[in-house]
C-alpha cells in the first residue's frame, strides 16, 4: 500500500484536485494493436460502438470482394461465391451463440426477424389460444414492443412493465406479471437505454414454469457477452451485427430452439424459406427443415460480405476478450464521471454491465452536437448521453470524453 493509500496495482491519476485511483493496466492492451483496422479511429474519438460500430478494412476488402465477383461473374457469382458465403455467415452467427449453422435464420434486420417470428403465432393452434398476452419493458428497444402491438387487432394484449430504478427491471416485476394469459415474455439481453445486462437464465426459467415463451433482443449482447444460448433456456434469440459485431446494417439473425423450430410454421414468408428454393414451383410450398424456413426474400448480399469481414476480426480475437476490455473502458469511465462529479445511469456491478454507460442530461442533444463538433462521437438518447467505449478505444479517449462532457455540463 502506498501512503496516499494505493495499491502497488494501481495507478494514481491527477485530475485537479483530485487523485482518481484506477487499475493499471487495462485488460488486454494488445488488441490496441486492432486500431491501424479501423480508419475512424484516426479521425474522430469514437465512442459510439452501441449505436455503429466502427468499419474495419476486413469489411472494406470483402465488399470489394463482392463487387469484384458481380463485375466479373454477374448472376452465376451466386453458385459460385455469394450462396456460400451466406452459409458462412449462418454459420458465424451461430458460433457466437454457441449452435450450429443451421439453427439459424438470416434477416435483413430484427424486425424482419421478429415479423417471420410473430407470424408463426397468427396460425390457429400455434399456442393455446387463451394465451395472448405479450409482455415486455418500457426499457427495451421499441421495435420489440409495437410488433406486438401491430397485432392488437388480432385480439394481442401488450403489457410494458416498469422499471422500478430506471435501470433494470428485477426478475420479482416478471413474476408477479406472467400468468396463464402470457404468450410471451419479449425482452432485451442488455437494456439499450442503461446497458444493464439481464437474468434471462432466470426470466426463461420463470416464463417456463407458467407455460410462456421468450423472446429475447441480444443486439446490445451479441459480440459482447460470451454466451451459451442452449444454456438460458430462453426460447428465441434475435440480434445483429450493426453494434458490437462490426459488421454495420443489413444483416441480422433469428435462433429457435429445435424444438420450438420444428413445431412453429411461418405464415409470412420469402423463396429463401423454401425446401425446394430453385424448383420455382409457385402451386406449392414445403419450408426448409432447418431454420431457413424463417427466412424470407432475397438477402443483402453487400451488408452479408461486410459482415463476414468484421466476423473474421471478431472470431480471431474472441468474444470473451472483447467483454473484457470494453467491461474495464467502461468501468474506467464510470469513475471518471463519478469523479467529476457526473451523474451516472449505469449498474455498477460488471456481472450485469454491458457496454453502455449513461450520463444523465436533460437535454442530450446540444451536448452530442457540440462533442461532434470537437470531432467526439457518442450518441443520445431521452435525458441520457450515451458512451459506448470498444475494444479498440484507449484510456485517454475516455479520460477526454468524460473530461469535455464535464466542461459541458457541469457549471462553472
Known amino acids: 500500500m502506498y501512503r496516499d493509500g494505493s495499491d502497488a496495482n494501481e495507478t494514481v491519476i491527477p485530475f485537479g484536485t483530485t487523485l482518481i485511483r484506477m487499475a493499471a493496466t487495462l485488460r488486454h492492451p494488445e488488441l ?20 455503429l460500430g466502427a468499419l474495419t478494412d476486413r469489411s472494406r476488402a ?61 396460425a390457429p393452434g400455434a399456442r393455446d389460444p387463451g394465451r395472448t398476452r405479450v409482455i415486455t419493458t418500457t426499457l427495451d428497444f421499441p421495435t420489440l414492443g409495437h410488433q406486438w402491438l401491430a397485432r392488437t387487432p388480432l385480439g394481442v394484449e401488450v403489457v410494458v412493465l416498469p422499471s422500478p430504478d430506471g435501470l433494470t427491471v428485477p426478475l420479482s416485476v416478471f413474476d408477479a406479471a406472467i400468468d396463464e394469459r402470457t404468450l410471451l415474455v419479449a425482452t432485451g439481453h442488455v437494456y439499450f437505454t442503461t446497458g444493464a445486462v ?26 459482447l457477452l460470451p454466451t451459451d444460448i442452449a444454456a438460458t433456456g430462453v426460447d428465441a434469440y434475435v440480434s445483429g451485427t450493426l453494434k458490437w459485431l462490426f459488421g454495420g446494417p443489413g444483416n441480422a439473425f433469428l435462433w429457435l430452439r429445435p424444438e420450438l423450430l420444428e413445431a412453429l410454421a411461418p405464415t409470412t414468408t420469402g423463396w429463401f424459406s423454401s425446401a425446394r428454393q430453385f424448383a420455382f414451383d409457385v402451386a406449392s410450398l414445403e419450408f426448409a427443415s432447418d431454420a431457413r424456413k424463417f427466412e424470407m426474400g432475397t438477402p443483402s448480399v453487400p451488408s452479408a460480405f461486410v459482415a463476414r469481414g468484421a466476423m473474421e476480426l471478431v472470431r480471431e480475437i474472441g468474444i470473451p476478450r472483447l467483454h473484457q476490455r470494453t467491461l474495464d473502458l467502461g468501468a474506467l469511465a464510470i469513475r471518471l464521471a ?27 442533444k446540444p451536448v452530442v452536437d457540440e462533442l461532434a463538433r470537437r470531432g467526439i462521437i457518442v450518441d443520445y438518447r431521452p435525458g441520457i448521453v450515451r458512451l459506448s467505449p470498444a475494444f479498440y478505444n484507449t484510456e485517454a479517449e475516455v479520460e477526454a470524453v468524460i473530461g469535455a462532457l464535464a466542461e459541458l455540463i457541469l457549471p462553472s
Do not use: M
Request: proline share 3%.
Open 338 to 364: 463519478d469523479e467529476r462529479g457526473l451523474s451516472v445511469r449505469a449498474v455498477r456491478d460488471d456481472a450485469w454491465r454491458g457496454g453502455i454507460v449513461a450520463i444523465e442530461v436533460a437535454d442530450p
Open 198 to 223: 439481464q437474468d434471462i437464465t432466470g426470466l426463461a426459467a420463470l416464463a417456463r414454469s407458467r407455460g410462456a415463451l421468450t423472446v429475447i433482443d441480444a443486439y446490445q449482447a451479441t459480440g
Open 62 to 122: 470483402k465488399l470489394a470482394e463482392f463487387l469484384d465477383q458481380w463485375g466479373s461473374l454477374g448472376a452465376r457469382a451466386w453458385y459460385t461465391h455469394w450462396l456460400e458465403e451466406l452459409v458462412g455467415l449462418r454459420d458465424d452467427f451461430g458460433w457466437t451463440i454457441g449452435r450450429p449453422a443451421e439453427e439459424i435464420a438470416l434477416a435483413p434486420n430484427v424486425s424482419v426477424a421478429l415479423a417471420s417470428l410473430a407470424s408463426a403465432f397468427d
Open 32 to 51: 490496441l494493436a486492432y486500431r491501424d483496422e479501423f480508419p475512424l479511429l484516426s479521425r474522430s474519438t469514437y465512442l459510439n460502438t452501441c449505436s
